[in-house]
């Protein structure tokens, strides 16, 4: 099983940018980013292929967020522009369960890392 470990949380006012990144032990196949904030259940955030030639992205952050990888480092990336309180969650990577295609549900999740906190204030 793949490891994963997050980093770059933080906090930042409502407009800014964070980096997160995403080591992971290996090379996972397809790689994502899910987010669950107080209360709600986890979400898709984006995910992008094995190769990096294709990504997906849930609509509440299309043109905000931009996820990437570095293959030869087995890092991810989400740079997060833009930022809304409504971004505020806990952000957690995830490598695809033997897919190496673009991914959005939890049910293509094989490994979680363990979160990070996000918070934007208003």
């Known amino acids: 099983q793949v490891q994963l470990v997050e980093s770059g949380g933080g906090l930042v006012q409502a407009g800014g940018s964070l980096r997160l990144s995403c080591a992971a032990s290996?090379?996972?196949?397809?790689m994502g980013w899910f987010r669950q904030a107080p209360g709600k259940e986890r979400e898709f955030v984006a995910s992008?292929?094995?190769?990096?030639?294709?990504?997906s992205y849930a609509d509440s952050v299309k043109g905000r967020f931009s996820i990437s990888r570095d293959n030869p480092k087995n890092t991810l990336y989400l740079q997060m522009d833009s930022l809304k309180p409504e971004d505020t969650a806990v952000y957690y990577c995830?490598?695809?369960?033997?897919?190496?295609?673009?991914?959005?549900?939890?049910?293509?999740?094989?490994?979680w890392g363990q979160g990070t906190q996000v918070t934007v204030s208003s």
């Open positions: 995830a490598a695809g369960k033997d897919t190496r295609v673009v991914f959005s549900t939890t049910e293509r999740v094989g490994s």
């Open positions: 992008i292929s094995w190769s990096g030639g294709s990504r």
């Open positions: 290996g090379r996972p196949y397809a």
